[in-house]
């Protein structure tokens, strides 16, 4: 079967914050994503890029601003001048309009590859268990793993398992993908896999946000690179101009560092 | 183990590569294994002791294994046992249900259910389990009515004796269920508690609902450190339920006293007792094994064999070994 992403998932973000313990993770951070857009993230570690991430899909709460995805809030509805905290259901539903891939993978250790990944469209009720099943096992041959469907994931090496995570996050359909550091926890040996299926994604329609290090990577696949530090966007722009001819000192340093 | 060193020195001898006069070949050479004295002597007294103990499970008239016997399958034992059992299955499962709640509370956002199901939980391991089931057999004295009503005055729609209401049976269900939830709670709690917080995180990103990430995503993956714990709770409980006697339910235990108490064989029909325990322990015992097992599945590369996998193993080992060693002889002595 044929897996059909939507030409949708602008995403809004304006005016983020966010503090820990009084700390500002997040000060003011605006920003625009096209749909079908490839958005890089570059920061030095705590610089408040997976924080920024995380408040895509809600997971994490903010303290000021809002984000948007195809005009509908995120956690909140706007009726009559005032924004009503969403309930859990809503929360959810609007949820899984963005789909999410962690650094750790955190997939379901006690579920085979293919339970991992009809899991949320059967709990969601969208499918029933076989059609559920049928998109898995085409995700599962998207992502090259369509022998390993029962396999479980300590059976399989980090690199499979992350892509069995890409295949559980494009089972909802997805208008926005959210990568968290995919190939940071993986043996250098691995890590190209993995990028072989998010550049495979690049292009089909679904706006994906990158959080990662490698540079390269995202200088091939990226529309637009954004650079943040100390919870602010120093810089954006095409991968050339960013990666190529960086305007903000601290952004050359940062490049300096891990190139 | 000589025969077996020496067979090694026969089988290597004709391998053995021609090497320049004076070059040892280590590979060629037998192997002594190192002698454990200490473990011998200390396997000799262990084994000394037992087979002593185990002759005076024989001899020692004491024990009356014919009164065992007798008594063992006696209808009043094994109505004895049958209200054992039922006691242990309500109250832990009611024990086991009100555990989980309170396990959640615990880890609600709501500080007034938290600390709620906190003092819960420090009242019932803080009270004796003996005091707390002779309150509730009690309880009358305290209240002697029951009733349905305006809150906080006396005046009742419904209103029934207390003493007819909490009987000896319904004093032991709740002495026992909410002390077993007290426990069962932290239990729980733990399990969940060891639960990596990507996985909540996971789930929650996939947008899947809150109650469904709880049992399907959080708790199967809660229980594999909750059944080791669980089941003590559970063998405990069925050990407990001894202490129920003092308010004259006829249970095992309190069976087995009034019979001694009648034809004073004590240690006979305590033997009885703690035999059905057992059975019932080891019974327990093997189950645990079992749902062990099937929770560890994915935690583990490959599931550990059943005892009845290995045993047929440690045979098809035995067998083929017989087959082989008359066809070794033979080339050995060729």
């Known amino acids: ?259 | 183990m000589t025969q077996i060193d020496a067979k090694r020195g026969l089988d290597t001898v004709a391998e053995r590569p021609t090497r320049p006069a004076g070059a040892v070949d280590f590979g060629a050479l037998p192997v002594v294994r190192s002698k454990h004295w200490v473990r011998w002597i200390l396997g000799a007294l262990v084994v000394f002791v037992v087979a002593q103990l185990v002759w005076t499970l024989f001899t020692n008239a004491g024990y009356g294994w014919p009164t065992v016997a007798k008594y063992f399958f006696s209808d009043a034992i094994l109505r004895g046992l049958g209200m054992t059992l039922t006691l242990t299955v309500v109250a832990g499962a009611i024990g086991f249900a009100i555990g989980s709640l309170l396990a959640l509370m615990r880890l609600s956002k709501s500080p007034l259910l938290n600390a709620f199901a906190w003092s819960f939980i420090w009242f019932f391991r803080s009270v004796p389990l003996l005091v707390q089931i002779l309150v509730w057999f009690n309880l009358g004295y305290l209240y002697p009515t029951i009733g349905l009503g305006i809150p906080f005055t006396t005046d009742y729609f419904v209103e029934a004796q207390t003493v007819t209401l909490v009987s000896a049976f319904a004093a032991a269900v709740l002495g026992l269920s909410l002390n077993q939830a007290a426990y069962s709670a932290e239990i729980i709690r733990g399990g969940i508690l060891s639960v990596d917080a990507g996985q909540l995180e996971a789930a929650a990103a996939l947008g899947i609902p809150q109650a469904r990430r709880i049992t399907r995503i959080i708790l199967p993956q809660a229980a594999r450190s909750i059944i080791p714990n669980a089941f003590n709770e559970i063998i405990g409980l069925l050990k407990g339920t001894s202490i129920i006697s003092v308010i004259a339910l006829a249970e095992l235990f309190y069976v087995s006293q009034v019979i001694y108490n009648r034809n004073q064989q004590v240690i006979p029909l305590l033997l009885v007792a703690v035999l059905w325990y057992m059975i019932l322990t080891t019974v327990l015992s093997i189950a645990q094994f079992y749902v062990e097992r099937y929770y560890s599945r994915g935690s583990a590369r490959v599931l550990p064999p059943t005892p009845i996998q290995r045993a047929k193993a440690w045979i098809s080992v035995q067998w083929n070994r017989l087959e082989d060693e008359p066809s070794k002889k033979a080339e050995a002595s060729a």
């Open chain 1, 1 to 259: 079967m044929t897996i059909t992403l939507e030409k949708q998932g602008h995403v809004e973000i304006r005016d983020v914050s966010k503090s820990y313990n009084g700390v500002e993770v997040l000060s003011g951070v605006s920003l625009t994503l096209e749909p079908g857009e490839v958005v890089t993230i570059l920061g030095p570690s705590g610089s408040g890029k997976s924080t920024l991430l995380r408040t895509i899909n809600h997971l994490e709460t903010v303290d000021g601003g809002w984000v948007a995805i195809d005009g509908e809030l995120i956690g909140y509805e706007h009726r009559h001048g005032k924004l009503y905290e969403l309930k859990e259901r809503k929360v959810l539903r609007r949820r899984t309009q963005v789909g999410m891939v962690f650094q750790s993978f955190n997939l379901f250790p006690h579920l085979t590859a293919i339970e991992n990944i009809v899991e949320a469209p059967i709990a969601l009720k969208r499918l029933n268990r076989a059609d559920a099943r049928e998109l898995a096992l085409g995700l599962l041959e998207k992502v090259g793993l369509a022998d390993k469907a029962d396999s479980y994931p300590r059976q399989l090496s980090g690199g499979q398992q992350q892509r069995v995570a890409i295949a559980r996050a494009l089972a909802l359909q997805p208008k926005v993908l959210l990568f968290d550091e995919p190939t940071s926890a993986l043996d250098p040996e691995l890590v190209g896999e993995v990028l072989d299926v998010i550049r495979e994604l690049a292009g089909l329609g679904t706006t994906l946000v990158i959080v990662t290090h490698e540079i390269g990577f995202a200088r091939e696949v990226s529309d637009r690179v954004v650079f943040i530090d100390r919870g602010v966007v120093l810089e954006q722009g095409s991968p050339a101009e960013v990666l190529g001819a960086p305007q903000h000192p601290r952004t050359r340093e940062f490049l300096a560092t891990v190139l």
